[in-house]
């Protein structure tokens, strides 16, 4: 019943930009407590890289996107966006979205109740 669709991701060269979308069907944003990005590359683990916190727009960041991604919602379009600036090879990953309801720690993807499906994002050197 409640689906994240995510889209535009694509292949770029370092230093481009790009921005993503989670589009939310089923329930609206105003019900998450967090809403977050995690990407995962070839052989490694899935890793946090944003999140909001619904209720007052607060947004966190993992050390390495700090100063060039920002995450933003739009509660009219009911979509979650990503925008990644000065891209590196070392953003190469599929990104996914995810939401919960719950106030758990919001770096955790064991805590996240909803998944999108992931888009592949590609940095060339």
């Known amino acids: 019943q409640v689906q994240l669709v995510e889209s535009g991701g694509g292949l770029v060269q370092a230093g481009d930009s790009l921005r993503l979308s989670c589009a939310a069907s089923g329930r609206t944003y105003s019900n998450y407590y967090h809403v977050a990005w995690f990407r995962q590359a070839p052989g490694k683990e899935r890793e946090f890289v944003a999140a909001i916190r619904w209720s007052d727009r607060s947004t966190f960041y993992v050390d390495s996107v700090k100063g060039r991604f920002t995450i933003s919602g739009d509660n009219a379009k009911n979509t979650v966006y990503l925008q ?3 891209l590196k090879p070392d953003d190469t990953a ?5 939401g919960k309801y719950n106030s ?3 770096y955790r993807a064991q805590v996240y109740n909803f998944w999108g499906q992931g888009t592949q994002v ?3 050197s």
Request: glycine content about 0%; some cysteine; hydrophobic content about 35%.
């Open 84 to 86: 990644m600036n000065s």
């Open 94 to 98: 599929v990104y996914y979205c995810a």
């Open 104 to 106: 758990i720690t919001y």
């Open 122 to 124: 590609t940095v060339s």
